[in-house]
């Protein structure tokens, strides 16, 4: 019994692994995390914007002041979908060992902007009609909404590229006598073109039928997606499943990164949208509730091992050694070292409340949104940033948040306590039984 259940979870930690390593996810989580900075200043953008300016300025001034968060707005989430694709690229061909990853990144931002709609109808400002216009690109196509329209350009894009520009037969060789930047670029002509083209001829297909590529992506699999994987039950799954990976020595990025931490992105980009517009934000689940409710101290909810390691089990120095190690990087939300250290990975009775915490922690945030105590969160802010600042940041300042993110950090610490008393007579025991041999 012991060798099957060795075996399945040998099994099931290959499968993980491969999936966290499977190149197209991988060029996915490489290029969202390049991106994150542009999306933590468009979450400071919307701060300043709704809550530092209008405490200090109002009517036209407040307007001319909020220049600065609009433009920040659209220079970041209103083109979300135009960064991603050809970050996309980029990192596909980088993790290909594909030479031409420059070449890449400009095909795929110009296969997506070639998907676009040709014309829009739009309603002006101060006006109930609508007029249809052309020769325009919208903010709203090529923001959020087209964010998993930048991912299948760039994903399919790159792929045709990288697959065309390897057939000899199909590169012109200009000869040693031309400079190597403008050799490559012949080299990859052909290809180029028919990958344009074929991305046009699309366009044309779907453009008579009275369509584009974003109102499809958008209705038949990005919506979609996100009901399932952002549902509170697809969020517990998918999360626990990446923080028990963690307990055997795999970044739950593996999990978490690939099939969660896109989508948590897009509500959150959706979110400071709707306030940057004067709107509730409409996503529970979104990236700051990952920092700020399930994942405070880090994976695992482990700044409540900390607290719990310094209340009740100080005196065993062990631990205390470990503990006052993790306590500054906790802070800071960076916990390698009390995962290893303690350790948490392959450690039974630390296991179980590494994975529950965050359920407990991730339930009573969404209870406390669901129920209308709390709004929900609408400010991107870094990973890195400490407890009770992250609350205040991410919620513009709302004090109901912290004290829901401080009730959190007790029940977790209530958690680990029992289970830090049986590892701690584990590991006294196993030093005694180790001492006899």
Same mark, same amino acid.
């Given at each position: 019994?012991?060798?099957?259940?060795?075996? %399945?979870?040998? +099994?099931?930690?290959? %499968?993980?692994?491969?999936?966290?390593?499977?190149?197209? &996810?991988?060029? &996915?989580?490489?290029?969202? @995390?390049?991106?994150?900075?542009?999306?933590?200043?468009?979450?400071?953008?919307?701060?300043?914007?709704?809550? !530092?300016?209008?405490?200090?300025?109002?009517?036209?001034?407040?307007?001319?002041?909020?220049?600065?968060? #609009?433009?920040?707005? #659209?220079?970041?989430?209103?083109?979300?979908?135009?960064?991603? @694709?050809?970050?996309?690229?980029?990192? &596909?061909?980088?993790?290909?060992?594909?030479?031409?990853?420059?070449?890449?990144?400009?095909?795929?931002?110009?296969?997506?902007?070639?998907?676009?709609?040709?014309?829009?109808?739009?309603?002006? #400002?101060?006006?109930?009609?609508?007029?249809?216009?052309?020769?325009?690109?919208?903010?709203?196509?090529?923001?959020? +909404?087209?964010?998993?329209?930048?991912?299948?350009?760039?994903?399919?894009?790159?792929?045709? %590229?990288?697959? &065309?520009?390897? /057939?000899?037969?199909?590169?012109? #060789?200009?000869?040693?006598?031309?400079?190597?930047?403008?050799?490559?670029?012949?080299?990859?002509?052909?290809?180029?073109?028919?990958?344009?083209?074929?991305?046009?001829?699309? @366009?044309?297909?779907?453009?008579?039928?009275?369509?584009?590529?974003?109102?499809?992506?958008?209705?038949?699999?990005?919506? *979609?997606?996100?009901?399932?994987?952002?549902?509170? !039950?697809?969020?517990?799954?998918?999360?626990?499943?990446?923080?028990?990976?963690?307990?055997?020595?795999?970044?739950?990025?593996?999990?978490?990164?690939?099939?969660?931490?896109?989508?948590?992105?897009? /509500?959150?980009?959706? /979110?400071?949208?709707?306030?940057?517009?004067?709107?509730?934000?409409?996503?529970?689940?979104?990236?700051?509730?990952?920092?700020?409710?399930?994942?405070?101290?880090?994976?695992?909810?482990?700044?409540?091992?900390?607290?719990?390691?310094?209340? %009740?089990?100080? +005196?065993?120095?062990?631990?205390?050694?470990?503990? /006052?190690?993790?306590?500054?990087?906790?802070?800071?939300?960076?916990?390698?070292?009390?995962?290893?250290?303690?350790?948490?990975?392959?450690?039974?009775?630390?296991?179980?409340?590494?994975?529950?915490? *965050?359920?407990? @922690?991730?339930?009573?945030?969404? !209870?406390?949104?669901?129920?209308?105590?709390?709004?929900?969160?609408?400010?991107?802010?870094?990973?890195?940033?400490?407890?009770?600042?992250?609350?205040?940041?991410?919620?513009?300042?709302?004090?109901?948040?912290?004290?829901?993110?401080?009730?959190?950090?007790?029940?977790?610490?209530?958690?680990?306590?029992?289970?830090?008393?049986?590892?701690?007579?584990?590991?006294?025991?196993?030093?005694?039984?180790?001492?006899?041999?």
């Amino acid at each position: 019994m012991d060798n099957e259940k060795r075996s %399945f979870l040998d +099994k099931f930690t290959e %499968f993980s692994v491969r999936l966290g390593n499977q190149v197209h &996810l991988k060029s &996915l989580r490489d290029a969202f @995390a390049t991106l994150m900075p542009a999306f933590i200043i468009a979450g400071i953008a919307v701060l300043f914007n709704n809550v !530092f300016f209008p405490w200090v300025f109002e009517g036209e001034m407040l307007a001319r002041m909020q220049v600065f968060g #609009n433009s920040i707005t #659209n220079g970041t989430l209103n083109i979300a979908g135009l960064l991603i @694709a050809p970050m996309i690229a980029y990192f &596909l061909c980088r993790n290909k060992n594909n030479p031409s990853a420059i070449n890449a990144t400009f095909l795929a931002t110009t296969c997506l902007v070639v998907m676009l709609a040709m014309s829009h109808v739009v309603t002006p #400002n101060g006006l109930e009609e609508t007029v249809s216009v052309s020769g325009v690109m919208l903010f709203d196509d090529v923001g959020t +909404k087209g964010m998993f329209s930048g991912i299948i350009c760039g994903l399919v894009s790159t792929e045709l %590229f990288i697959r &065309l520009s390897s /057939n000899k037969r199909l590169q012109i #060789n200009l000869g040693d006598q031309v400079p190597p930047a403008v050799g490559k670029s012949f080299s990859t002509l052909i290809p180029t073109i028919i990958v344009i083209s074929s991305f046009a001829i699309l @366009a044309t297909i779907l453009a008579a039928f009275n369509t584009d590529l974003i109102r499809i992506i958008s209705t038949v699999i990005q919506e *979609p997606l996100r009901l399932v994987n952002t549902s509170i !039950f697809g969020f517990l799954l998918i999360y626990s499943t990446g923080n028990f990976l963690f307990t055997l020595g795999i970044h739950q990025t593996v999990i978490n990164g690939a099939l969660l931490d896109p989508l948590l992105l897009v /509500n959150m980009n959706e /979110n400071m949208q709707a306030v940057q517009d004067g709107a509730t934000p409409p996503n529970i689940l979104n990236s700051a509730f990952v920092t700020v409710f399930a994942q405070v101290g880090g994976t695992g909810f482990t700044i409540s091992l900390i607290i719990a390691v310094l209340l %009740f089990v100080r +005196k065993y120095k062990p631990f205390r050694d470990v503990v /006052n190690l993790s306590v500054a990087p906790g802070l800071f939300n960076i916990n390698e070292p009390i995962i290893f250290g303690l350790p948490i990975v392959f450690n039974l009775p630390m296991i179980i409340p590494f994975v529950a915490s *965050p359920i407990i @922690a991730s339930l009573i945030g969404y !209870f406390a949104t669901s129920i209308g105590f709390i709004e929900p969160l609408s400010v991107m802010v870094p990973w890195t940033t400490p407890p009770i600042l992250s609350a205040l940041l991410a919620s513009k300042g709302d004090f109901k948040v912290v004290f829901i993110q401080v009730l959190i950090i007790v029940v977790c610490t209530a958690i680990y306590f029992p289970f830090l008393k049986i590892a701690q007579r584990v590991a006294i025991k196993s030093a005694e039984l180790e001492k006899t041999e």
